[in-house]
């Protein structure tokens, strides 16, 4: 799936690479014991370390530790038994240290992998870089007052694991992909909740082009802190023209860090900040390296959950259903969950079918999700039983389906208290049948005089007449055998 | 490794210390005084010498994750000399 630009000069490639910072799930922040909770009362949730007093010495939170080597396992990742934390130093309102613990030189995580599953079925590999732990920054509102900025440091000090990725994505549509999957691993783990709206994901977006079958890396800019995933797809696109606008006119892209306006649809240059990249990095003299042993390794390990392509590939192998099925069952571990319930001891692939088509667009409609669904996983797998035992017709189940919807109720309770039954037993169609024929005599000569597509129009009179309960097949061949034998 | 008067204007800026010009000169003197004495350390064969991380050899002490600590609003508050409410105020700064 290659995605062009079409220049004045010829086509053109686009490179992305993202950086995702993912607030990892703990209950204290990285270095201090105050909470991690979303939406305290304004510096409620501040500690006298996050807030940078003198002499307030940082003691590392082991969970932070723990939820990035299991995110680190989950990225098929390498992990790193020595890592250094270090400090950037930059100059900020709402960093009170003046500089970020982070990691640079011996991040806890090294080189994995993400699998993207694409529209098509199709998978692709992007290789990750790194992942660092890293504190989160306070957050300045600046609409309160026309001279000042506040200050909020709840969010000071809080686990960020930053992600970045090699430069291996080709288009917008991959990077939703990635961060889709990256998501769902993330989830599935437990180690983030992949909340973009809450500002719990967020990602910053490294972008440049080259012409089309060139192996350079040209110059990229970095869009900064993009919220949503549209909003990167969207950033991307209009990022990569802007550069092909560039150096078509015989410019140069220069080096710098953008934000995206999503109301204009356009990028815009950072205010340069003189010197801003002149981190100056160094080892943080308040913290030892970090050192575990293969025992803490394995310890997480044996806790991880059944992550998204294992499970992906047991839909597609044990329980038959296509690539493209699992791979949108599996984009969700709750739904993934949904649908292990309803299929458990039926057949998978009509479950699916019914997941994915009828209860995905009533849930839609309802604006609720999986979680807060009106037919249970129980109900549906039951009502996928009475189809394939015959109990009701396709037909006749997609009302129940529709009254499940509306009462949450089982369906075979439904079936009793409606006589929505399939009628199977020969004789009573038979009667129906021939009620139908002897009601419409020039029709049946219609059909006996050679129209036989006429047939279809006798189906439908006497599914009427049974009110849908008769079964289809058996009345196709009664009429058959009627009409035509 | 030797420092000019432009160096250290700018480390004083990173740094966010006021220098005066008339300053600068005297002050790069110094600081090359200090990383000359500092570099002299170069002249011991380290080949094959970790870096060293801490005169104690010791391991990262490590917390447990449970909540020991915020809701002290006011003594985090206590030093901030132009806040509003809860928060801290600060210079505007715009992006």
């Given at each position: ?45 501040v500690s006298l370390v996050d807030a940078a007093m003198p002499g307030m010495l940082p003691v590392i939170n082991e969970m932070a ?227 575990f042993d293969d025992d803490f390794i394995e310890r997480i390990k044996a806790t991880l959950p059944e992550l998204p392509d294992e ?175 | ?63 447990e994750d449970v909540v020991t600590d915020g809701g002290v609003q006011d003594k985090v508050l206590a030093n901030a000399p132009d ?13």
């Open positions: 799936m290659t995605h062009l630009i079409q220049g004045e000069t010829g086509d053109w490639e686009v490179v992305i690479g993202l950086e995702v910072h993912a607030q990892a799930i703990t209950k204290s922040k990285l270095f201090s014991g105050a909470p991690t909770t979303f939406g305290a009362g304004p510096n409620e949730n530790i723990e939820q990035a080597v299991r995110t680190g396992l989950g990225l098929r990742a390498a992990i790193n038994k020595y890592s250094v934390f270090e400090r950037k130093n930059y100059f900020y309102a709402d960093l009170p240290q003046g500089y970020q613990i982070s990691q640079y030189q011996h991040p806890v995580v090294g080189e994995g992998t993400v699998t993207l599953d694409l529209a098509d079925g199709s998978t692709r590999d992007v290789g990750i870089e790194r992942l660092h732990l890293e504190q989160d920054a306070g957050k300045s509102i600046h609409d309160q007052d026309p001279k000042r900025s506040m200050i909020d440091l709840n969010r000071a000090g809080v686990v960020l694991m930053e992600i970045v990725s090699k430069p291996d994505i080709r288009s917008p549509e991959e990077a939703g992909a990635y961060l889709r999957k990256l998501r769902a691993i993330l989830r599935y783990l437990g180690t983030c909740d992949g909340n973009m709206e809450e500002g719990s994901m967020r990602a910053d977006v490294n972008v440049s082009v080259r012409p089309k079958g060139a192996d350079e890396l040209r110059t990229r800019v970095e869009v900064k802190n993009v919220n949503s995933v549209r909003f990167v797809m969207q950033a991307i696109e209009v990022e990569a023209e802007r550069q092909v606008g560039v150096w078509e006119d015989g410019g140069e892209v220069v080096q710098e860090t953008r934000l995206f306006d999503p109301n204009k649809g356009e990028t815009r240059a950072m205010r340069t900040k003189e010197f801003a990249h002149d981190y100056r990095y160094f080892p943080d003299p308040d913290l030892l390296p970090v050192r499970k992906k590939n047991r839909f597609i192998n044990d329980m038959g259903l296509s690539a493209y099925d699992a791979g949108v069952l599996v984009a969700d571990r709750e739904t993934a969950t949904y649908f292990e319930e309803a299929a458990d001891g039926r057949d998978a692939k009509t479950v699916a079918n019914w997941l994915t088509t009828n209860l995905f667009g009533a849930l839609n409609k309802l604006g609720k999700d999986i979680g807060e669904s009106p037919v249970s996983a129980g109900h549906l797998g039951e009502l996928v039983g009475l189809i394939k035992d015959e109990t009701i017709s396709t037909k006749i189940a997609k009302d129940v389906f529709e009254e499940m919807l509306k009462t949450s109720k089982a369906p075979g309770d439904i079936v009793e208290e409606k006589g929505l039954k399939q009628i199977t037993d020969t004789g009573a169609i038979e009667a129906i049948v021939d009620q139908v024929i002897a009601d419409n005599p020039d029709q049946a000569a219609d059909v006996r005089g050679g129209n036989d597509k006429a047939i279809g129009w006798f189906v439908g009179q006497v599914m009427k007449a049974s009110q849908g309960k008769a079964n289809p097949g058996q009345v196709n061949g009664l009429l058959r055998s009627k009409l035509l034998g | 490794m030797s420092l000019t008067k432009d160096d250290v204007r700018k480390i004083a800026f990173l740094a966010r210390i006021r220098v005066p010009d008339e300053r600068l000169e005297p002050l790069a003197g110094e600081l090359n005084n200090i990383v000359g004495w500092v570099e002299q350390l170069g002249e011991v064969n380290t080949d094959g010498v970790a870096p060293m991380t801490s005169v104690v050899e010791t391991e990262t002490p490590m917390r806040g509003e409410g809860a928060f801290y105020g600060v210079p505007k700064v715009v992006e």
